[in-house]
């Protein structure tokens, strides 16, 4: 099988899309595709002593789009310019490698969604060809409730070309039900059996030796931004921890934190229980993910989670206990009810504070975390976001598109 996979995020930009989609084609590489990747970026290993990326690329110029500027037409118009010229020239960077390489499938991957501008191109220059559109976000932004939610002169325009994107594309695929559900009202098109889910690949660290003492800690890896942190859940680890210093010592962040953050931490006067250890390498951020007793994901107090969030996926795939705090109905409880490994509660102070006290002083604290139950509920979790379950994920996906898969050829 040959894929093509065409998308702005690769090593070695920085990101978690980056290296998500270093993931997924290294993985779909280990199970025998042959694998082209289309890029922005010339992939080169991040850090000293790093493997090449297992895929060749053929890069591409920025899209170079300058900042939009509500009422300043000039950069409205510059920007439609620019990413118009981008699609013209990924669209011939393209429609060469298809030439070249006959791949069985093009996988587009946004954001941002120049990309899958390029793969309704693509198809109509290539009519037989069986396109992929994998979406890890929803977009247009607009469909979501605030913080996320936008508004714009722009949002009919955006709004329409994801319809199109779903229209034509042979296949959408997206890490969760919610999120694909959500696209569907907003487009107005019912994907039928062109709906796929396929979840973000985790990774394990190689060793959780030399990284910080993290034990009585709660661990969050990755941006924390100031939408995903409440006051209720700062105030849980306080108490917490006051009430209980001997076990729980409070959170460490690993990564940026927002500034509204860290002034709430100094207004509820708990600067000695959050420690933010700033940025780290991958390979420090994944030790640490695999030392942490408990590992945090704070997510966005909505009704619904429309995210999943890709390190769930590295919580899950290094077997420690994670605890989601976030909307009552998002992907993340759904797989901790489902196949265990952890707990997840709303924003609400009183349960986050019994929460931690059952991860720290519980049933599920210490040493009960290395029991056969315990242990035997890490690993289900883990199923779904091994490597190489992914990357069969897609192999099943990609072999139904091309069951009635035609030679390529351009349209006149």
Not at 74 to 86: G, H, I, P, R, S
Not at 159 to 188: K, S
């Amino acid at each position: 099988m040959r894929v093509l996979v065409v998308g702005k995020h690769f090593p070695a930009a920085r990101g978690t899309r980056a290296l998500q989609m270093f993931k997924v084609t290294g993985a779909l590489h280990d199970l025998g595709v042959q694998v082209h990747a289309i890029t922005t970026t010339n992939p080169v290993p991040e850090e000293e002593g790093a493997t090449e990326p297992p895929v060749p690329c053929f890069p591409i110029e920025s899209i170079g789009s300058g900042p939009y500027r509500s009422g300043q037409l000039q950069d409205v118009v510059k920007e439609l310019w620019n990413k118009a010229a981008f699609v013209r020239r990924a669209t011939r960077l393209v429609s060469t490698a298809i030439d070249i390489h006959r791949p069985d499938i093009v996988l587009t991957a946004a954001v941002p969604v120049v990309f899958h501008q390029v793969g309704l191109k693509i198809k109509q220059r290539f009519p037989e060809i069986r396109w992929a559109a994998f979406y890890s976000d929803p977009r247009p932004l607009q469909v979501l409730p605030k913080p996320f939610g936008q508004q714009s002169v722009r949002n009919s325009r955006k709004l329409a070309l994801h319809r199109r994107i779903f229209q034509q594309a042979d296949a959408v695929l997206a890490p969760n039900t919610y999120m694909l559900e959500l696209m569907e009202q907003a487009t107005g098109v019912s994907l039928g059996d062109r709906r796929y889910v396929v979840p973000h690949c985790g990774r394990r660290a190689n060793s959780a030796a030399g990284c910080h003492d993290l034990r009585g800690y709660l661990v969050h890896v990755g941006s924390l931004w100031q939408y995903q942190v409440t006051a209720d859940l700062l105030v849980a680890i306080r108490n917490v921890a006051r009430k209980h210093p001997d076990r729980f010592k409070g959170l460490v962040c690993v990564g940026r934190v927002a500034p509204e953050i860290l002034a709430l931490v100094h207004a509820l006067d708990m600067e000695d229980l959050v420690r933010p250890l700033g940025m780290v390498s991958p390979a420090e951020a994944e030790a640490m993910v695999a030392a942490a007793p408990v590992n945090l994901l704070a997510d966005t107090p909505l009704e619904v989670g429309y995210f999943l969030h890709s390190k769930f996926a590295d919580y899950a795939v290094n077997g420690r206990p994670i605890l989601v705090v976030g909307p009552l109905k998002n992907p993340m409880r759904d797989y901790l009810k489902q196949l265990g490994g952890g707990m997840a509660v709303v924003h609400h102070r009183f349960r986050i504070e019994s929460a931690l006290e059952a991860c720290f002083m519980g049933q599920a604290a210490g040493e009960s975390s290395g029991t056969t139950a315990a242990v035997a509920a890490s690993a289900r979790l883990a199923e779904p976001f091994l490597p190489d379950n992914v990357a069969r994920r897609y192999v099943e996906i990609f072999s139904r598109l091309g069951s009635g898969h035609r030679p390529l050829s351009r349209a006149a």
